[in-house]
């Protein structure tokens, strides 16, 4: 009788080592879940907040010459204005902030603004500029509620378009 108890014991001892393990695996597995969700959340607002200030940045430094970059409050929105000349035409491209999302209009110089007429870029609550003395500080107000601001030195101030430094 002694050999059925042992035999007993041991399939009890072998499932309940078995249960202990599933349960750590369950443990394991609910913990780098956990750990997986914040790490995209924590990617996805970092994406966020350095997204919109890069991506004006760009946009600024391509148009960076005397007189290619300013701003203005059209309808009560800041808008930054980055001008062009194209086979003797003068273009705007305008980005601004407008029912969450920063936008970008590119039209002929005369064309009046139309805040619903600009392409989505970004998701953003709201975006402000601020040009003084050659220097353009960029606020970025995002829908989680960060904010993220950028300054950008505008190395074109006194010179025009295709010189060399």
Known sequence: M???????????????????????????????????????????????????PLYIATKVRQADCDGGVTTEQSKGIPVLRLSETIDGTAYITRIYCYDGYVREMFTAEETSFNPEAGERILPAEEVDFLLVDGCLHITVEQANGTTSEQLLTLRSVGREAGDEE
Do not use: H
């Open 2 to 52: 002694k050999k059925g108890t042992s035999n007993q014991t041991e399939k009890a001892l072998t499932l309940v080592l078995f249960l202990v393990l599933a349960v750590c695996m369950v443990l394991v597995l609910l913990t780098g879940t956990k750990v997986y969700k914040r790490l995209t959340e924590r990617g996805k607002d970092s994406y966020e907040n350095r997204t919109v």
